[in-house]
């Protein structure tokens, strides 16, 4: 028989304020992401939410993977996010010229 749960989880939402314009941004994001070694995990996993502000300033957010998938305790797939977000969160930074602000 099939069923269906919903899991509650607490995600680790980071968001990168810049002075930089959108399409500076943008540009940098999907230029990152084109590596292959990160690209294919993007498309899976990933979701950047970019938006220009009326003041011209751009407001990036990231949720992290190793937040979301903490209630399956894996230990492996935990790993790999990890490494994933630090990935992320490397790249999300450089665009937006943020610096670093604790562990993903």
Do not use: C, N
Request: negative net charge.
């Amino acid at each position: 028989m099939a069923s269906e749960r919903v899991l509650e989880v607490p995600v680790r939402h980071h968001v990168l304020d810049t002075e930089r314009p959108f399409s500076s941004v943008q540009d940098g994001i999907f230029g990152g992401i084109s590596r292959p070694d990160i690209g294919l995990l993007f498309s899976k996993l990933v979701t950047i939410l970019i938006q220009e502000l009326p003041d011209g300033r751009t407001q990036v957010a990231y949720d992290t993977v190793t937040s979301a998938i903490a209630p399956y305790h894996d230990a492996a797939a935990t790993k790999t996010a990890q490494r994933l977000d630090t990935e992320v969160l490397t790249l999300l930074r450089q665009v937006t010229r943020t610096p670093g602000s604790g562990p993903a």
